[in-house]
C-alpha cells in the first residue's frame, strides 16, 4: 500500500485525544505506560496524554475550585475530590512548569466565588441552607482564552483523564486544526423524517466539533479548502466524479486523508421507505470509494465484514431491549492494529 498521506502534528494528537475519550465511552480500559501501584491509577495514563503535555508552548493556569469544608460532610464527593486533585497535582508535575495549579476553595459571596462563575463553574446546592458546592476546574492561557468543567460528577469519573485533558489541549491550541468531514451518514444530526423527531449528533462527531474547526462538505463538493488540516471521509459512496478528482488533488498536495470505508454500514439509510420495510433491508450500503483507493494502492472487499466475539462491544439494538454483544462493534487497541 502506498503511504502518500497519513496523520501528523497537533491534529495527530486531537484526534488520539478524541479517539481515547470514545474509547473509554464504550467502557474499554487503556493501558498505562508504566507500573502503577498508587492507590488511584495516578501515574497510568494514556500515551496520548504526555504528547499533549510536553506540546504546551505558553503556561496554563488551572483553577481547581473545591469546597473542601463542605466536603467533609460528603463522603462520595470527598473521596472523588482528593481523586481529582491528586490527579491535577500529578498532571502539573509532568508539565515541566508549563501547567500551574491552583486549589481554591470558594466562600459564599466571596470574590473567589465571582471567579469561579466568571470561568464557567458552578455550584451545587447542598443542605437545608441551600449552600453552594464547587467541584469544578477552569483554565486559562496566555491569549485570555479559558476553558471549563463545571461540575465533577463522580458518576463519570472514568471520563476524568480525558476530560482534563481535553481542556488543556484546548488552552494549548486555541487556533483549533481545520477538519473537512464528508459523510454519507447523518452523523450531524438534524431533521429524522422517518420519526418526524430532530436526531442528536453523533458522539464522535459532537467530540470532534469541540476539537477541531469542522466544515462539513456536501457529496458533491468540487473543492477542499486550501487550509485543510485532515479530510475526514466517512462512508463515502456515490460521489460525484468532480468530488473524487477534488480529494485525489487534495491527497497529491500531500494533505492528510483519514477514511472510513464499510462493507455493510447499519446507519446508512439506503432505501429506507416506511411503506416498504423491505426496500431497506435489500439496499446496498456498502461505501464506494474503489477507484480512489485503487489509485492509492489500497484493496477494499465489500464483501468482506470483520467480526470478533472476543471483541464484542454490549449495544442496545432497539429501544427497550437489553444490550446484546454485537460482534460487528468491536472495543480496539493497538494489538489488533499491528
Do not use: C
Request: aromatic fraction near 8%; glycine fraction near 10%; hydrophobic fraction near 40%.
Amino acid at each position: 500500500m502506498n503511504k502518500r498521506s497519513t496523520l501528523g502534528g497537533g491534529a495527530l494528537l486531537a484526534l488520539g485525544l478524541l479517539f481515547i475519550g470514545l474509547t473509554l465511552l464504550f467502557n474499554h480500559a487503556l493501558r498505562g505506560w508504566r507500573l502503577d501501584l498508587t492507590e488511584n491509577r495516578l501515574y497510568t495514563t494514556a500515551g496520548g496524554t504526555d504528547r499533549i503535555l510536553a506540546g504546551i508552548k505558553e503556561p496554563i493556569n488551572l483553577y481547581f475550585f473545591y469546597s473542601e469544608k463542605t466536603a467533609q460532610q460528603l463522603p462520595q464527593l470527598k473521596t472523588y475530590g482528593t481523586r481529582v486533585r491528586e490527579f491535577l497535582e500529578e498532571l502539573t508535575a509532568r508539565s515541566n512548569g508549563k501547567l500551574r495549579l491552583h486549589v481554591i476553595d470558594p466562600q459564599p459571596f466571596s470574590e473567589e466565588e465571582d471567579r469561579a462563575a466568571e470561568l464557567g463553574v458552578r455550584g451545587a446546592p447542598v443542605g437545608v441552607a441551600g449552600g453552594q458546592f464547587y467541584f469544578g476546574l477552569a483554565g486559562t492561557n496566555a491569549t485570555d482564552g479559558h476553558a471549563a468543567i463545571e461540575f465533577f460528577d463522580p458518576n463519570k469519573e472514568q471520563f476524568l483523564e480525558y476530560d482534563v485533558v481535553k481542556l488543556i489541549y484546548q488552552l494549548a491550541n486555541p487556533k483549533k486544526p481545520v477538519v473537512s468531514w464528508l459523510s454519507t451518514l447523518p452523523m450531524d444530526g438534524g431533521f429524522d423524517p422517518q420519526s418526524g423527531a430532530g436526531r442528536e449528533p453523533w458522539v464522535v462527531y459532537g467530540e470532534a466539533r469541540q476539537l477541531f474547526d469542522v466544515r462539513p462538505l456536501e457529496p458533491n463538493a468540487t473543492r477542499i479548502d486550501p487550509d485543510t488540516n485532515v479530510l475526514v471521509l466517512v462512508h463515502p459512496k456515490n460521489l460525484a466524479p468532480a468530488t473524487e478528482f477534488a480529494i485525489d488533488q487534495y491527497a497529491l498536495r500531500g494533505g492528510h486523508v483519514l477514511v472510513f470505508v464499510d462493507p455493510l454500514a447499519e446507519a446508512d439509510r439506503s432505501g429506507a421507505d416506511p411503506g416498504n420495510p423491505v426496500a431497506g433491508m435489500t439496499a446496498d450500503k456498502s461505501s464506494h470509494f474503489d477507484s480512489l483507493l485503487k489509485a492509492w494502492g489500497v484493496d477494499f472487499n465489500p464483501g468482506l465484514v470483520v467480526a470478533d466475539r472476543g471483541r464484542a462491544l454490549s449495544v442496545t439494538m432497539r429501544q427497550g431491549e437489553e444490550p446484546v454483544l454485537h460482534p460487528g462493534i468491536l472495543a480496539l487497541n493497538k494489538e489488533p492494529m499491528t
